[in-house]
């Protein structure tokens, strides 16, 4: 069966400190791989998706970037974080429609 | 999207209650829907979907209907229980593509004892 994995479950982190988040996936070949982020009692914003390794689309400009090293492997980042990007960030992946997600990460940027 | 900044609206029901929560979707070639279950501090998780050639989908206590004529998206929960709060989102799928989900707003159900 497939599973994804998400680390760390919580940060926190000051201002202009760097940010690395990694997601794995299990079970599976060759899956879409997205990356969003929830504001606290908002809804699910795209950050990236992934169709392949190397391959990276972004839906919103902003400091962060994302990087698929690995088939399996999904990694969000950040040079400089700021106040704004704090959050709760999912990674999900997906085959045909149905998406799966992590359990998420927690960032506190303070 | 444009939902991702809003406030999440609120449906309370009284336990035992069905519940019925409503998703406007925007593009009338979507050709796949799918409801999913948010609990707090979790993923969201899977609850049922539904293909634009059907009109309606059961599963085990939850039913969602399409009408395409007014692209409306509905679902159903019969009997409702404690551990259906939860926030539920909508989200479609373009006929034209092969990755992304549009998410809606979300729903944040609130069962009253």
């Known amino acids: 069966s497939q599973t994804i994995h998400q680390w760390p479950a919580t940060l926190v982190q000051p201002v202009g400190s760097p940010l690395s988040l990694e997601c794995t996936v299990e079970g599976t070949s060759n899956p879409n791989l997205y990356w969003y982020r929830q504001a606290a009692g908002r809804g699910l914003q795209l950050l990236f998706y992934?169709?392949?390794?190397?391959?990276i689309s972004s839906e919103v400009p902003q400091n962060l970037s994302a990087s698929r090293p690995q088939d399996r492997q999904f990694i969000l980042s950040s040079k400089k974080l700021l106040l704004s990007d704090s959050g709760f960030y999912l990674c999900?992946?997906?085959?045909?429609?149905?998406?799966?997600f992590g359990p998420g990460t927690r960032l506190t940027v303070l | 999207g444009e939902s991702v900044g809003l406030h999440l609206p609120t449906l309370s029901v009284q336990e035992g209650d069905n519940s019925i929560i409503n998703c406007a979707y925007s593009?009338?070639?979507?050709?796949?829907f799918i409801w999913y279950k948010q609990e707090s501090g979790k993923g969201p998780q899977f609850i049922i979907d539904?293909?634009?050639n059907m009109d309606k989908r059961q599963g085990q206590r939850v039913t969602v209907l399409l009408n395409k004529t007014v692209k409306h998206l509905s679902l159903q929960i019969a009997a409702t229980q404690p551990g259906d709060s939860a926030v539920y989102f909508c989200?479609?799928?373009?006929?034209?593509?092969?990755?992304?989900?549009?998410w809606g707003a979300g729903t944040k159900l609130i069962i009253k004892p």
């Open positions: 539904i293909r634009s």
């Open positions: 999900a992946w997906s085959v045909v429609n149905e998406q799966f």
């Open positions: 593009n009338s070639a979507s050709d796949y």
């Open positions: 992934s169709v392949g390794i190397g391959q």
């Open positions: 989200a479609e799928k373009f006929a034209d593509s092969n990755y992304q989900l549009i």
